[in-house]
């Protein structure tokens, strides 16, 4: 099973950046590998990510990450959320583009002082927040 997600997961970072969900929809299709089962179980495994980002957007928490996997999870059978997702990423890239010729471009100790900096600053707002609900 290991090698199947690592093979998968290599699959789609080889793919064409607003295309490679598209494509493993495509070839999921034509491998004819649509056993019920796997369907059903892609499905609950996407919803309990997507239950969970929901809590952790409540709660300080990588919540992104979680939204990302239950999406790629519902773009193998579902090509409305291929669609969705191809363009979403084609839409972040053009965001994170000057955002990360910005980081590449600093020394690494302005990279560490960023982070500090913006983990920090993260981290104060959320004390604040939780002091100012109690």
């Known amino acids: 099973m290991q090698s199947s997600l690592a093979k998968e997961w290599r699959s789609l970072r080889a793919g064409t ?25 892609r499905f609950v495994l996407a919803a ?25 999870l519902i773009a193998t059978d579902w090509l409305w959320m291929a669609k969705v997702m191809d363009r979403l990423e084609v839409w972040l890239r053009k965001i994170f583009r000057p955002v990360q010729h910005f980081w590449l471009g600093l020394p690494v100790y302005g990279r560490v002082l960023l982070a500090l900096t913006t983990t920090s600053v993260s981290i104060a707002t959320s004390i604040t927040v939780y002091h100012l609900m109690h």
């Open 17 to 41: 950046p607003g295309r490679r969900f598209r494509d493993r929809y495509q070839r999921n299709r034509k491998a004819q590998r649509q056993h019920w089962a796997g369907r059903v179980l």
């Open 48 to 72: 309990l990510l997507l239950a969970g980002a929901i809590v952790l957007t409540v709660i300080p928490g990588p919540a992104t990450p979680l939204f990302f996997l239950a999406g790629a």
